[in-house]
T-cell receptor, first 115, second 117 residues
Framework: GAVVSQHPSWVICKSGTSVKIECRSLDFQATTMFWYRQFPKQSLMLMATSNEGSKATYEQGVEKDKFLINHASLTLSTLTVTSAHPEDSSFYIC???????????FGDGTRLSIL | AQKVTQVQTEISVVEKEDVTLDCVYETRDTTYYLFWYKQPPSGELVFLIRRNSFDEQNEISGRYSWNFQKSTSSFNFTITASQVVDSAVYFCALSEEGSGGYQKVTFGTGTKLQVIP
């Protein structure tokens, strides 16, 4: 089955640090990748949709300059949380889909803790 | 605007009982897809099923079955003879074509299922 690798799985860092999270589709070409944020006991909140070779589409309320997304190839998308602060602490999940309406395949998520 | 509602926030059942998780959606599109995902305590999301808006056939996969009723905009999920390993949060999701022809997915708030041995 389709495999999506997300790295790192856990990050603890000081306030003000920038953190990069990678999302790779290992066995298929992902035309679209999605980035979600999930707070404890809550649903997934879509942050942005990333299409290979074009700028990401951000959801309302998500700061583009804060959460930088790059989708440089059909197998890799990155999310960089710039100058992270404690309120950015959350569970970030990426997913990838090879075509519209196809199921999203999720990475295992990244737990980000900002001290 | 699209919306997915899962009114059951938490359900507890005793092992071997059947349980149904409800999902109601709203959309203006005629073409859309519905999904169910499972999120066990470890956190990763597992795809369970996809249904398109033109296919109202119910589906059964082992102990899992899904009932899609377009007339009531519902896509309910039943687990038969539940097992402890079924304990997880289950998300219903709706996929439509967003602006620019890209996929836009909306997740429900999830239903936490606890199966008690």
């Amino acid at each position: 089955g389709a495999v999506v690798s997300q790295h790192p799985s856990w990050v603890i860092c000081k306030s003000g640090t920038s953190v990069k999270i990678e999302c790779r589709s290992l066995d298929f070409q992902a035309t679209t990748m999605f980035w979600y944020r999930q707070f404890p006991k809550q649903s997934l909140m879509l942050m942005a949709t990333s299409n290979e070779g074009s700028k990401a589409t951000y959801e309302q309320g998500v700061e583009k300059d804060k959460f930088l997304i790059n989708h440089a190839s059909l197998t890799l998308s990155t999310l960089t949380v710039t100058s992270a602060h404690p309120e950015d602490s959350s569970f970030y999940i990426c997913s990838a889909s090879y075509r519209i309406y196809q199921p999203q395949h999720f990475g295992d998520g990244t737990r980000l803790s900002i001290l | 605007a699209q919306k997915v509602t899962q009114v059951q926030t938490e359900i507890s059942v005793v092992e071997k009982e059947d349980v149904t998780l409800d999902c109601v959606y709203e959309t203006r599109d005629t073409t859309y897809y519905l999904f169910w995902y499972k999120q066990p305590p470890s956190g990763e999301l597992v795809f369970l099923i996809r249904r398109n808006s033109f296919d109202e056939q119910n589906e059964i996969s082992g102990r899992y079955s899904w009932n899609f009723q377009k007339s009531t905009s519902s896509f309910n999920f039943t687990i038969t003879a539940s097992q402890v390993v079924d304990s997880a949060v289950y998300f219903c999701a709706l996929s439509e074509e967003g602006s620019g022809g890209y996929q836009k997915v909306t997740f429900g708030t999830g239903t936490k299922l606890q199966v008690i041995p």
